[in-house]
């Protein structure tokens, strides 16, 4: 845009930014037509034509907020913008019918309700478009289709000339063979079966085919003489294609969201009525569905939303009078109508424009009222309240245990939970475990198939990644493994453990089984020697045959009757499967059974 | 945090239900957020059982996404139970927020009196990026809450502006932003001072009557809450430029030893 004709005086691009800011837009970018090419093709400026560069018109890239469709489009920046600045008054939008013409009408029949049951339609009369307008009337639908209509599965817009149709319209869904018509950018006839095979190669067509290419029968829309106008979602008919000097503009959206179909509508007529001859006009269209039921669209009637100002001040901090609160937000296009006991320090009755369908309660009238009056202009208070911090126990812990393995000589790394299939179980001989892992759907980096079940592999590909460091290598990792847990109320559940890894040009066995000894030391468990396990309270070990780790050099750990861990020497072949040429011993227990406190009562739920 | 009054929330729980991630958030079960492309489905366990979740609480959720209620209008849209049990890989740690929200609200059912409360919670999250120099599938976010009788944004401004300069950073500024879940939001800017720009650093907002009200939580409380990811405040103050460097096995081990101690805050 251009800050001099949208916005009355030129801007520097710092000081757009503040005025973007504070309204809440932020604006990513400044850039040209041609910086934009070369950002594409990775050039510098030096390597492009850079002829005319000066003339070139400035773009500016202006991120918004998701909810704000009305400013998906240079007219309702720019619009929104002057409002805020009190340089233009939020326009009111009026349905009417100019002398001389006919509301049209659309019929919907009951065979759409299969595949895309609404439509809701309007027209706008004497507009007169530029090549600017033009390209941004075609932009705002585009990303409408994009964000608010979810790639056009939720709402489809299409946009005619009504001066090439003749009402009254009807909306069907017929057999795909019986809808025959010259489509947008084509020169001859298509049926829609065919027509899908055809679009499967066309780069911006294929994605849309899947919302109706398996349905029985497909959206239609038919004028009078049975002229297509368009086959939803998929494309417009090329007979009532608009163009540079198109007068008079019928709008159709078709919808499985029939909430969403309206904001659509209205974002497009709010948008874009400004370039009717009379600015703001929008002509009716009447709706008739299968029942018989009529409705005029668009529906442009103010939502109205009572609030009291003493609960606007109350929710954002600062006191402000009725009638500055009426101003401020009147600088958001919101209209306010203060109710008559303004002695009670009353309510106002606010009228919301069909511009801001994301009002949706009071608070996001508050929103407004902070935004107009400056997020940063609100003088700051601290909730004072007494409440008292804590630690969860867990990570109170998890902490005290960190530090100790520190303290031993033990280097602390964190690793992703996500990982690959062969890494969680191949690579470490735990195949027959597959199972137990919690699997992920379609996930962009094929390596994160699955959630750990273990913190061993993560260890050892950071060891395998780290092949320069001098040996010994002594790491350990205090985090949590996912594991399957019917009995959980996701199915799921997370698992605290404790890792540690030595690896050296000796096993380390004896190191990595005095890590044991010393962490249950500090965690004030005495240790039973032999399998007899009578001490209810102590820990011990006993030989086992995990494949992991290496015959007769490994052993599971054991508290309170039940395996919490295992150590050993790991196994060549795993740290074959890795790329680990020095030999390793790990250990690996689950700290989770020594959350208790100092009278030994759990604390964990 | 803990200084500051803060009780840690148990955020002992990656996999999670749609439900608790976003319905129980107003997240509408359209939002792209919810998409494959950005959040991870988990296909087993693949979802959470509706009996699993509170039955009348459920059901108010699901009538303040589809009719609004509590003031206000609603999405309008059809809500669907399916859509809620969904399991995924939490995307925010206000999964988290939302459980320990409605727990204090059941014990001001039980009470008769609410007890106001600080919460925070330091834990990973998971989205489905493509892994790049600033994008891992995995990050930490940190996040703080106060429920209270009557807070303000004024509140939420003084909380925020205590907690960064805890965290050695004294110059901030707030600009409007939107989240499903908060209204007013607010996004948190810092002035780096070798770099002399404003960087965003978190993201913060009072919690949306159609959150706190089916919950159960009292007229008058509000829930103002702030976030903000560690890596990436992380790299700015570190002048590291790849998020390998910092998270998961690639890191280097010899600049983890060689790293001073930390002495923000100090």
Same mark, same amino acid.
């Given at each position: ?605 | ?93 206000? %999964?988290?927020?939302?459980?320990? =929200?409605?727990? &204090?609200?059941?014990?001001? /059912? ?6 106001? $409360? ?28 106060? %429920?209270?009788?009557?807070?303000? =944004?004024?509140? &939420?401004?003084?909380?925020? /502006? ?6 050695? $950073? ?82 280097d081990l010899d600049m983890m030893k060689t790293n001073p101690i930390c002495r923000i805050g100090l």
């Amino acid at each position: 845009l251009s800050t001099s004709k949208e916005l009355g005086k030129v801007y520097t691009d710092e000081e757009f930014e503040d005025v973007c800011f504070d309204f809440g837009i932020e604006l990513d970018d400044v850039t040209t037509e041609k910086q934009m090419e070369r950002n594409e093709l990775g050039l510098s400026k030096s390597d492009m034509d850079v002829d005319n560069e000066e003339e070139e018109e400035i773009i500016y890239k202006i991120d918004i907020p998701a909810n704000r469709y009305d400013l998906l489009c240079l007219e309702g920046i720019s619009r929104a913008l002057r409002i805020f600045q009190g340089k233009q008054e939020t326009p009111t939008f009026v349905k009417e019918v100019v002398a001389g013409n006919e509301v049209q009408t659309m019929h919907i029949k009951p065979e759409t309700a299969l595949i895309r049951p609404h439509v809701v339609c309007a027209t706008l009369r004497n507009v007169t478009f530029t090549a600017e307008s033009y390209k941004s009337f075609i932009d705002l639908q585009d990303k409408l289709h994009q964000n608010l209509c979810r790639q056009r599965t939720l709402v489809a817009i299409g946009t005619h000339d009504l001066d090439t149709l003749k009402g009254p319209f009807r909306y069907e869904a017929l057999p795909p063979e019986k809808i025959v018509f010259t489509p947008l950018k084509q020169t001859k006839d298509f049926n829609a079966k065919d027509l899908m095979e055809f679009y499967k190669t066309d780069q911006k067509l294929k994605q849309y085919l899947h919302i109706i290419e398996d349905s029985p029968v497909f959206p239609v829309i038919y004028d009078s003489n049975d002229t297509v106008l368009s086959l939803p979602p998929i494309i417009n008919g090329a007979h009532s294609a608009i163009t540079l000097d198109t007068k008079n503009v019928f709008i159709e959206c078709t919808a499985t969201d029939h909430t969403k179909a309206n904001v659509v509508l209205n974002t497009v007529v709010t948008m874009f009525s400004q370039y009717c001859a009379k600015p703001f006009t929008v002509e009716p269209v009447n709706v008739v569905d299968q029942f018989g039921a009529e409705r005029m669209y668009p529906n442009l009637d103010l939502v109205e939303f009572e609030v009291k100002q003493k609960d606007i001040c109350k929710a954002i901090g600062v006191e402000l009078s009725s009638e500055h609160i009426s101003d401020l937000l009147r600088k958001m296009q919101l209209l306010v109508e203060p109710k008559e006991e303004e002695t009670t320090g009353g309510s106002l009755i606010v009228k919301v424009p069909p511009t801001r369908s994301d009002i949706l309660h009071a608070c996001d009238i508050y929103e407004d009222v902070a935004i107009a009056w400056g997020y940063n202009n609100i003088v700051k208070q601290v909730p004072k309240t007494m409440t008292y911090g804590k630690e969860f126990p867990l990570n109170q812990l998890s902490d005290l245990l960190r530090a100790e393995m520190a303290m031993v000589g033990f280097t602390e790394i964190l690793t992703w939970a996500l990982c690959s299939l062969k890494e969680n179980f191949e690579y470490v001989r735990r195949e027959h475990l597959a199972e137990t892992a919690v699997t992920i759907g379609n996930p962009k980096t094929l390596d994160f198939e699955v959630c750990r079940t273990s913190l061993l592999p993560c260890a050892l590909k950071t060891l395998a990644a780290n092949k320069d460091a001098p040996v010994p290598i002594k790491l350990f990792e205090l985090s949590d493994v996912i594991l399957i847990s019917e009995e959980h109320e996701t199915g799921a559940k997370n698992e605290r453990r404790l890792l540690a890894l030595f690896s050296g040009k000796e096993s380390g066995f004896e190191v990595i089984h005095g890590v044991l000894n010393r962490i249950m030391q500090v965690l004030g468990v005495p240790v039973e020697l032999g399998d007899k396990m009578t001490n209810p309270e102590a820990y011990s070990w006993k030989e086992s045959q995990d494949k992991t780790f290496f015959p007769d050099r490994q052993a599971t750990v054991m508290y309170k009757k039940k395996e919490i861990g295992i150590f050993g020497v790991v196994h060549p072949e795993v740290l074959k499967a890795f790329d680990i040429v020095y030999p390793c011993s790990a250990l690996e227990i689950n700290i989770e059974p020594f959350c208790f406190d100092q009278h030994g009562n759990e604390i964990l739920e | 945090f803990v200084r500051m009054r803060f009780e840690e929330m148990p955020t002992n729980r990656f996999v999670e239900s749609s439900f608790w991630n976003f319905d129980a958030l107003f997240q509408p079960q359209q939002h792209p957020a919810r998409d494959a492309h950005d959040t991870f489905f988990v296909t087993r366990p693949e979802k959470t059982s509706g009996e699993r979740f509170p039955a009348d609480y459920l059901e108010r959720v699901g009538a303040v996404h589809e009719d609004g209620g509590y003031g206000s209008i609603g999405y309008r849209y059809n809500w669907k139970l399916s859509e809620a049990e969904k399991n995924i890989l939490r995307t925010h740690t206000t %999964a988290v927020s939302s459980r320990m =929200l409605y727990k &204090l609200a059941k014990k001001f /059912e039980k009470e008769g009196k609410f007890t106001p $409360m600080r919460y925070f919670s330091i834990d990973r999250v998971f989205r489905n990026e493509s892994v790049d120099k600033t994008h891992l599938a995995e990050f930490h976010q940190c996040e703080g809450l106060v %429920a209270d009788y009557n807070l303000s =944004l004024a509140h &939420l401004i003084g909380t925020v /502006e205590q907690f960064f300069r805890n965290i050695g $950073m004294t110059d901030i500024k707030f600009k409007p932003a939107y989240n499903p879940y908060t209204e007013p939001s607010m996004e948190i800017f810092a002035l780096h001072p070798g770099l002399g720009k404003w960087l965003e650093i978190g993201n913060s907002g009072i919690f949306r009557p159609e959150m706190l009200r089916p919950m159960g939580l009292p007229e008058g409380v509000s829930v103002i809450a702030w976030g903000l990811s560690l890596e990436r405040p992380t790299m700015i103050l570190y002048g590291v430029d790849n998020i390998r460097d910092l998270f998961g096995h690639k890191v280097d081990l010899d600049m983890m030893k060689t790293n001073p101690i930390c002495r923000i805050g100090l």
